[in-house]
Antibody, heavy 121, light 107 residues
Framework: QVQLVQSGAEVKKPGASVKVSCKAS????????INWVRQAPGQGLEWMGW????????IYAQKLQGRVTMTTDTSTSTAYMEVRSLRSDDTAVYYC??????????????WGQGTLVTVSS | DIQVTQSPSSLSASVGDRVTITCRAT??????LNWYQQKPGKAPKLLIY???NLQSGVPSRFSGSGSGTDFTLTIGSLQPEDFATYYC?????????FGQGTKVEIK
């Protein structure tokens, strides 16, 4: 069965970086894209970006452009999402989600369990 | 950016009620509209994709309709396990955007 298992919770100081991993199993990793979505405490869902596990091509949300990098390691079927220059409003649960298809427009079919990132001095 | 607005933001309903949630986009997104259910402390779950397609394993009491700018999620007969927050999402163009959510609570 398809599983996305994310790395554990992180506590970071403002200005630091965080890198969250998402290890996939149960399917051919490079046949699908991975999206990253975050949810601030008590708030709604925010799309951060998409990466093709086939080509490595990325599309980032404009508001995060320059601070976020998404990568994949096909040898370990793992996707990574790094946010730099963390601010307090980056405090959120971060989710990886696999689409129904490879392209960025694919509905988010499978989700990781979420990783809480807390930014606090 | 395409914005999607859900209404209502919350509702109270009883088991067995028919519930309708609407989602309106700021421009035509044809049928690139998906619906998710999220329960507290859990990841969202895909219910409906491409406006009206029921995701495998999702009960048939859930249905979606609409095209262009106006969309509807209907729960035919509300069950206890359906109390949750529902989000619409447009996947017509980036940035992909979600509605603000509709919290369905027990009356």
């Amino acid at each position: 069965q398809v599983q996305l298992v994310q790395s554990g919770a992180e506590v970071k100081k403002p200005g630091a970086s965080v890198k969250v991993s998402c290890k996939a199993s149960g399917y051919t990793f490079n046949s699908y894209g991975i999206n990253w979505v975050r949810q601030a405490p008590g708030q709604g869902l925010e799309w951060m970006g998409w990466i093709s596990a086939y080509t490595g091509n990325t599309i980032y949300a404009q508001k995060l452009q320059g601070r976020v990098t998404m990568t994949t390691d096909t040898s370990t079927s793992t996707a990574y999402m790094e946010v730099r220059s963390l601010r307090s409003d980056d405090t959120a649960v971060y989710y990886c989600a696999r689409g129904l298809r490879l392209d960025y427009a694919a509905p988010f079919h499978y989700w990781g369990q979420g990783t809480l990132v807390t930014v606090s001095s | 950016d395409i914005q999607v607005t859900q209404s209502p933001s919350s509702l109270s309903a009883s088991v067995g009620d028919r519930v309708t949630i609407t989602c309106r986009a700021t421009q035509s997104i044809t049928s690139f509209l998906n619906w998710y259910q999220q329960k507290p402390g859990k990841a969202p779950k895909l219910l409906i994709y491409a406006a009206s397609n029921l995701q495998s394993g999702v009960p048939s009491r859930f249905s979606g309709s609409g095209s262009g700018t106006d969309f509807t999620l209907t729960i035919g007969s509300l069950q206890p396990e359906d109390f949750a927050t529902y989000y619409c999402q447009q996947s017509y163009s980036t940035p992909l955007t979600f509605g603000q959510g509709t919290k369905v609570e027990i009356k």
